[in-house]
């Protein structure tokens, strides 16, 4: 087996692996790069570590490794590329922009960057509801809520899958803000393709085979913020000419990817253990409290409504007991748990939920507590997770219509 065929297929192994179990990476570390921006201009310096934990990883590992997230982690890219990879094999429509022109359009993922970072990032404007591309291709399995509550995104996320056709990783070279950040933290990296252009040949294998197009074959070394650590370069150079050094020094890049991507994964898997032990000792903290029994993670509750006595409240609204209601946040089947107790919402919390870890435990805390104190369902949502926040208004309005009289 070719050493380019092992690279490919450890690579799509990776991508497919993240596709199924960390779908939302990339929504969510640009949820905590608005999160970073806010806190930074509010002042809010404290809130950073706890906020921005996955943002913060990542651009650590970007400014080492290079754009390995956007090459290997990103489910977009990933959808970039076999995009082209099928047009490519069965409709012939491999395309060359012209260089001067592709180098302008890089450009304009820094000019939506910025636009969204001054204008709706610091509220002056607002995006339309269900404009994002990402947060529609979340819900592509569900066609019936895509077309509803995500049209314009799913309009964009067809224009970008049509050019994809086209232009190989097009979303990833002209449009994504993400991977303008990243390309600036780029810029410091210090894991590098080193090539020698004095032992080149003619074939320019390297350069036909980027995916971000960059002229490989001008460069000794590999600078560019374009560059996503694809791999594909050294391993289609037919005089093994391009290598992977660390500050000089050679490098198995499958190696180095591997300790990556373990990285990643250590880290997001950390932090979420970290914020569902805070969640669970916030709940549990709020029904002592409330002088309540904490519900049980994970179960479904059965209603229990209160006994009536001849001496009722005149204008009581809710029976006794513990209600269940479901509503739908990122994703569907949004379960919480509403206590009642002498008329008063004395408990709100989530039993399960299907929405993305670093989404739903921003709202999973705060929305409940707000309801529980001002005794009503009109609560603020969370910034950066306003489906979950709807999710889970929804759901207690579900369960506090069970516990109507």
């Known amino acids: 087996m070719k050493k380019t065929t092992k690279m490919k297929i450890f690579r799509t192994i990776v991508q497919i692996l993240f596709l199924i179990f960390l779908p939302g990476l990339i929504t969510l570390a640009f949820s905590q790069a608005k999160e970073l921006f806010v806190d930074v201009t509010k002042g809010n310096y404290n809130l950073i570590i706890p906020n921005c934990v996955v943002l913060i990883i990542l651009s650590f590992l970007t400014i080492i490794t290079g754009r390995i997230f956007c090459g290997w982690m990103c489910i977009f890219g990933s959808l970039n590329d076999w995009i082209y990879l099928l047009s490519n094999k069965f409709l012939k429509t491999k395309f060359r922009i012209n260089k001067t022109v592709d180098k ?21 404007t607002k995006l339309p509801s269900g404009s994002s591309p990402w947060d529609a291709y979340t819900q592509i399995f569900d066609i019936n809520y895509l077309l509803k509550e995500y049209l314009i995104g799913a309009l964009i996320l067809l224009l970008i899958s049509i050019s994809a056709m086209f232009i190989e990783r097009f979303f990833c070279r002209y449009l994504c803000p993400l991977g303008a950040i990243f390309a600036i933290l780029s810029k410091f990296k210090i894991y590098k393709v080193h090539k020698e252009k004095s032992k080149c040949g003619a074939c320019r294998a390297c350069t036909l085979k980027c995916s971000m197009g960059i002229d490989l074959d001008k460069v000794d070394v590999v600078n560019s913020g374009e560059c996503i650590q694809c791999f594909n370069c050294v ?171």
Request: net charge positive; charged share 15%.
């Open 104 to 124: 302008y359009l890089k450009y304009l993922k820094y000019v939506i960057l910025a636009a969204i970072s001054m204008f709706v990032w610091t509220g002056i």
């Open 235 to 405: 391993s289609i150079c037919p005089r093994n000419n391009a290598r992977v050094k660390v500050l000089g020094e050679e490098i198995n890049e499958a190696a180095f990817a591997t300790v990556a991507i373990a990285t990643v994964v250590g880290v997001y898997s950390i932090s979420h253990a970290i914020v569902q032990e805070n969640i669970s000792s916030s709940i549990n903290t709020s029904v002592v409290q409330q002088n309540t029994t904490s519900v049980p993670s994970n179960q479904n509750i059965v209603s229990t409504p209160a006994t009536t006595t001849t001496t009722a409240i005149t204008n009581k609204k809710y029976k006794d007991g513990t209600y269940t209601g479901v509503g739908r946040g990122y994703r569907p089947e949004l379960t919480v748990s509403v206590i009642i107790k002498s008329d008063k919402i004395t408990s709100v919390a989530i039993v399960s939920t299907n929405d993305t870890h670093g989404y739903y435990e921003r709202a999973a805390v705060t929305v409940p507590n707000e309801i529980v104190s001002s005794q009503s369902t009109t609560v603020d949502v969370v910034s950066g997770a306003t489906r979950t926040s709807e999710g889970i208004i929804s759901a207690v309005t579900a369960a506090l219509a069970k516990a109507k009289i």
